[in-house]
């Protein structure tokens, strides 16, 4: 074996050789600031080359042995190390900057090592859950249930649970963007602000907004400021998981939208038409603790269980617990419904198309009738109008309305059908009636019906504005286009702002922030406002608008008992009396042939964003199938 020659170093006392009309020219050459230690490193010599190279001698020596499992596991414990240090942070995500310094006098209440608790209210869908929020030197780390709130009387869900997470999550948008590149609200405030005087000539002719439901009374009221200013402007609402068909039901019984709540720990007998109201839809979380009450048998107290008839269209943690579960399609339960009408005796239905069920509906009917006044019949949120308005009929006959079964003035501060008026705006945006558009908060330009083709359109509005928590496809289909002004702004969570929201009974909460916005977030209160030239102190709105609510001369007492206990007294919606028409104007139901599918939020996901991959791969799989099955 040839002997190893030992390794010349560069002596940096030796003069290296170097032309210096080369190194100028090559000077001459570079573009923009470049950074060098000598002219050695410029000229690149073979000295100072040879020197760089084996600088640390000790990783110069080449592996001419096998590698051994000690060395192997050190750099492979070094390498995942650093992969692991390179994940905490990156570029484009950075981490917000912290400040660290000592208290020159404690906080009030605070002491290290105990968390304080703070009530505040999670929104979902537009309905308030009110929240107990622990926070730890400032930071909050859990959230449970709130004793005192109606919509969960300490209880809680895995959203709320789960939305802590959303707040520290990395990937939210942090940067407000103008066409791809990074900008300022100073900037927006100043392109709004020029937008809304040419609007001012047409008294908001081309200004859209589009926003989530809204149960928020300050921000209706913003919303309702803004349109008396410019009546000309429209307010649209949509979201992907929305309850039109709730809407139309009662539309087709009452002749007017109203708020349907349920008591279940009064019930003795409760029949579902494919609703999973145990694990979601507002108010799901009382539903649950309301109708186990019902469902647990205590030595001295009670020896009697409410029962609990089912009929779904797919398995659901509702129907799991279901004394006796009836599985139809989707599409039969509207003639199940016109069956149990009949075997109540209402009568006015000709339905005789499940006659393999009919035992079974006799069986239910003569155990609701048995209980008038102590049943509740329960239609799905995704159900028909049709099935909602007959369960309305089969309350109103089994005499369940006032006591099992109450209605309210909506809750929403605006109730509108939102597909239809997501086809408004579209339509209005296609033909280029919409120069402005704001869109607080959702993602349309994914979850919005195909056929509508709301992006094509919404890609003819002169100005876009999107407020999101993510960069999501409505983002960057706002502020991807070269020499367009379009702009995303990240939007504050929950726990991050000033707010208010109705629960599913019109209970109003204060949302009170537990912690600074972490990024560059802005509110909808923030953005309506900044169109009107009001004040941009979400905590200055909110209080402002209760004030001028207010009755008497006790309001600071009362704002702080508010905050103090999350919930607002005496704001929970009164009881509304409904006359339900004489004859119910329904569709046919739909014929039971061929395949079905249907669409739902997941009960454990709720953001069908998520599962985007396996939906597009789901869909390919059905549709390639259609040869095989015709009648899909």
Same mark, same amino acid.
């Given at each position: 074996m040839a002997e190893k020659q030992p390794i010349k170093l560069f002596d940096l006392a030796e003069k290296p050789t170097f032309d210096l009309a080369a190194i100028r020219q090559k000077l001459a050459n570079t573009q923009g600031q470049h950074y060098w230690r000598s002219l050695d490193e410029i000229a690149q010599t073979p000295e100072f080359q040879n020197y760089v190279d084996h600088e640390f001698p000790h990783w110069s020596q080449p592996l001419t042995e096998a590698v051994s499992r000690r060395n192997f596991l050190k750099f492979m414990g070094a390498s995942m190390a650093m992969m692991?240090?390179?994940?905490?942070?990156?570029?484009?995500?950075?981490?917000?900057?912290?400040?660290?310094?000592?208290?020159?006098?404690?906080?009030?209440?605070?002491?290290?090592?105990?968390?304080?608790?703070?009530?505040?209210?999670?929104?979902?869908?537009?309905?308030?859950?009110?929240?107990?929020?622990?926070?730890?030197?400032?930071r909050p780390t859990k959230v449970e249930g709130n004793p005192e709130h109606p919509a969960s009387l300490g209880a809680t869900d895995l959203f709320a649970q789960a939305s802590i997470l959303t707040m520290y999550d990395p990937e939210r948008s942090q940067t407000l963007y103008r066409n791809g590149r990074i900008?300022?609200?100073?900037?927006?405030?100043?392109?709004?602000?020029?937008?809304?005087?040419?609007?001012?000539?047409?008294?908001?002719?081309?200004?859209?907004?589009?926003?989530?439901?809204?149960?928020?009374?300050?921000?209706?009221?913003?919303?309702?400021?803004?349109?008396?200013?410019?009546?000309?402007?429209?307010?649209?609402?949509?979201e992907a998981v929305m309850r039109d068909n709730v809407r139309e039901g009662a539309m087709l019984a009452f002749g007017e939208a109203v708020?349907?709540?349920?008591?279940?720990?009064?019930?003795?007998?409760?029949?579902?038409?494919?609703?999973?109201?145990?694990?979601?839809?507002?108010?799901?979380?009382?539903?649950?603790?309301?109708?186990?009450?019902?469902?647990?048998?205590?030595?001295?107290?009670?020896?009697?269980?409410?029962?609990?008839?089912?009929?779904?269209?797919?398995?659901?943690?509702?129907?799991?617990?279901?004394?006796?579960?009836?599985?139809l399609q989707a599409r039969q339960v509207q003639s199940f419904a016109s069956m149990m009408i009949d075997a109540l005796g209402i009568g006015g239905t000709t339905d005789k198309s499940l006659p393999e069920h009919a035992e079974w509906i006799a069986a239910a009917a003569a155990?609701?009738?048995?209980?008038?006044?102590?049943?509740?019949?329960?239609?799905?949120?995704?159900?028909?109008?049709?099935?909602?308005?007959?369960?309305?009929?089969?309350?109103?006959? =089994? $005499?369940?309305?006032?006591?099992?079964?109450?209605? *309210? +003035?909506?809750?929403? %501060?605006? /109730?509108?059908?939102?597909?239809?008026?997501?086809?408004?705006?579209?339509?209005?945006?296609?033909?280029?009636?919409?120069?402005?558009?704001?869109? =607080? $908060?959702?993602?349309?330009?994914?979850?919005?019906? *195909? +056929?509508?083709?709301? %992006?094509? /359109?919404?890609?003819?509005?002169?100005?876009?504005?999107?407020?999101?928590?993510?960069?999501?496809?409505?983002?960057?289909?706002?502020?991807?286009?070269?020499?367009?002004?379009?702009?995303h702004i990240p939007q504050t969570f929950y726990l991050e702002n000033w707010s208010d929201a109705r629960a599913y009974d019109g209970t109003v909460t204060v949302i009170q922030p537990v912690i600074a916005p972490l990024y560059d977030g802005h509110s909808p209160h923030e953005l309506i406002s900044l169109l009107t030239a009001g004040t941009l102190d979400n905590y200055k709105m909110v209080n402002g608008y209760w004030q001028a609510q207010a009755k008497g001369d006790n309001f600071e007492k009362m704002w702080q008992t508010t905050i103090h206990d999350g919930v607002m007294k005496d704001s929970a919606f009164a009881e509304k009396s409904v006359t339900l028409k004489t004859a119910l104007d329904l569709p046919k139901p739909l014929e039971a042939q061929g395949l079905e599918i249907n669409f739902r939020p997941d009960p454990t996901i709720w953001d069908v964003s998520v599962l985007t991959p396996l939906f597009g791969m789901v869909v390919s799989l059905i549709m390639g199938g259609c040869k095989k099955f015709p009648n899909l």
């Open positions: 692991g240090l390179s994940g905490c942070n990156s570029i484009l995500h950075p981490q917000p900057l912290e400040q660290i310094a000592p208290y020159t006098k404690q906080p009030e209440g605070m002491t290290p090592g105990k968390p304080l608790f703070f009530a505040t209210a999670m929104p979902l869908g537009g309905y308030a859950t009110g929240l107990l929020v622990e926070s730890n030197m400032g900008s300022s609200w100073q900037i927006l405030t100043e392109v709004i602000t020029k937008a809304m005087t040419a609007q001012a000539a047409t008294k908001g002719a081309g200004l859209r907004i589009l926003t989530e439901t809204v149960t928020s009374p300050t921000l209706a009221d913003q919303l309702k400021q803004l349109l008396e200013k410019f009546p000309s402007a429209k307010w649209h609402q949509y708020n349907t709540l349920y008591h279940f720990d009064k019930a003795k007998v409760v029949l579902s038409l494919d609703a999973d109201f145990l694990t979601s839809g507002p108010g799901w979380v009382r539903y649950a603790r309301d109708f186990m009450q019902n469902r647990r048998v205590r030595d001295g107290e009670t020896h009697e269980m409410s029962r609990f008839y089912a009929v779904e269209s797919t398995p659901t943690g509702t129907g799991s617990i279901a004394d006796n579960r009836l599985p155990d609701l009738q048995a209980h008038k006044g102590e049943s509740i019949v329960i239609a799905g949120e995704y159900q028909s109008p049709a099935v909602h308005a007959l369960a309305h009929q089969m309350n109103q006959a =089994l $005499g369940n309305v006032g006591k099992t079964v109450i209605y *309210t +003035d909506p809750v929403e %501060a605006n /109730s509108v059908n939102q597909i239809e008026s997501l086809k408004q705006l579209t339509t209005d945006m296609a033909a280029g009636s919409v120069e402005l558009l704001l869109i =607080l $908060g959702g993602n349309p330009v994914f979850d919005a019906p *195909t +056929d509508l083709n709301f %992006a094509a /359109s919404m890609d003819k509005v002169a100005l876009r504005i999107h407020l999101g928590l993510y960069q999501d496809e409505t983002a960057n289909l706002c502020h991807w286009h070269a020499n367009l002004c379009h702009w």
